[in-house]
T-cell receptor, first 111, second 116 residues
Framework: SQQGEEDPQALSIQEGENATMNCSYK?????LQWYRQNSGRGLVHLIL?????REKHSGRLRVTLDTSKKSSSLLITASRAADTASYFC???????????FGSGTQLTVLP | SAVISQKPSRDICQRGTSLTIQCQVD?????MFWYRQQPGQSLTLIAT?????????ESGFVIDKFPISRPNLTFSTLTVSNMSPEDSSIYLC?????????????FGPGTRLTVT
């Protein structure tokens, strides 16, 4: 079963604006990963943040992690139409190796 | 990242038949997983494919319905048996790289299955 929830479920913004997606989870984690999926295709790994990290950057992506609140956020700055996709967070718990996915956010960037 | 291929990329199958999906990786990997993504839904783990031994299934998934093989460190198959329309989903394999310390997983392009 899915461990977490993401909000919003859907987000529509104009090109150039920033997009923020949030992810909440229920149990303690080893790390949290964000993925992008275009139109029901394979998932692309975006970024991994470990449980002892609070913030991480990769290009236009900024991820934060608050383990006390069991939540994470993904910020995409200066969005582009090509960023239109579904975004999923996924957690890894303890010594387990499996990913538990959130419900996903459908991002639409309008040109 | 690892290069992962899946075959077939899509298929339309009749109810009651079986389909075997292949996952091939371009390098040896420690862990391989199979996920299902039902229409409009997130991903759910089916099982962990263990090299040289029986797969480890998640709650709600059984070997008779989803037999899995993993004969070596670069290849695995998932069979969807005795299919029904409820099995219509995207099936994805993922791998965890041996040389990655923090358990990043990489996904194949998926197999889109439609059961009529």
């Amino acid at each position: 079963s899915q461990q977490g929830e993401e909000d919003p479920q859907a987000l529509s913004i104009q090109e150039g604006e920033n997009a923020t997606m949030n992810c909440s989870y229920k149990t303690s984690i080893n790390n949290l990963q964000w993925y992008r999926q275009n139109s029901g295709r394979g998932l692309v790994h975006l970024i991994l943040i470990r449980s002892n990290e609070r913030e991480k950057h990769s290009g236009r992506l900024r991820v934060t992690l608050d383990t006390s609140k069991k939540s994470s956020s993904l910020l995409i700055t200066a969005s582009r139409a090509a960023d239109t996709a579904s975004y999923f967070c996924a957690t890894v718990r303890g010594s387990a190796r499996q990913l538990t996915f959130g419900s996903g956010t459908q991002l639409t960037v309008l040109p | 990242s690892a290069v992962i291929s899946q075959k077939p990329s899509r298929d339309i199958c009749q109810r009651g038949t079986s389909l075997t999906i292949q996952c091939q990786v371009d390098s040896q990997v420690t862990m391989m997983f199979w996920y299902r993504q039902q229409p409009g839904q997130s991903l759910t783990l089916i099982a962990t494919a263990n090299q040289g031994s029986e797969a480890t299934y998640e709650s709600g998934f059984v070997i008779d319905k989803f037999p899995i093989s993993r004969p070596n460190l670069t290849f695995s198959t998932l069979t969807v048996s005795n299919m029904s329309p409820e099995d219509s989903s995207i099936y994805l394999c993922s791998v965890e790289r041996r040389d990655r310390a923090y358990r990043e997983q990489y996904f194949g392009p998926g197999t889109r299955l439609t059961v009529t």
